[in-house]
């Protein structure tokens, strides 16, 4: 029996859950400090959006991680001072989030369409 196809689908896998993985254990550690985030895909898309921009744009791949990095830090700090700090509501302040997130990287992204 042949396992390189078992095989492959299992990398993949691997491969494609790894920032899921990671995004699941930081709602963890915030619903574990009380604070309900709905604005996680928001972030990780903004992220997203900026490691490739700064990819694209030819700069060194350790630039597009602390890029996308630093983009995702910077809203989730702007969550943070929303919610710790003006005590904005959580649950809309994270929609919010997610539908900023997702708009911006659709307004942004359209330039970088089928330059991958």
Known sequence: ?????????????????TPLV?????ALIQERAGVLNLGIEGLMIVGALAGFATALAGYPLLFSVIAAALAGASLAAIFALLVLRLYANPVATGLALTLFGLG???????QYVGQA
């Open 1 to 17: 029996m042949d396992y390189s196809l078992l095989s492959s689908i299992l990398h993949a896998i691997l491969v494609a859950s």
């Open 22 to 26: 990671f995004a699941g254990l930081g």
């Open 104 to 110: 911006l990287s659709a307004l942004a992204g359209s």
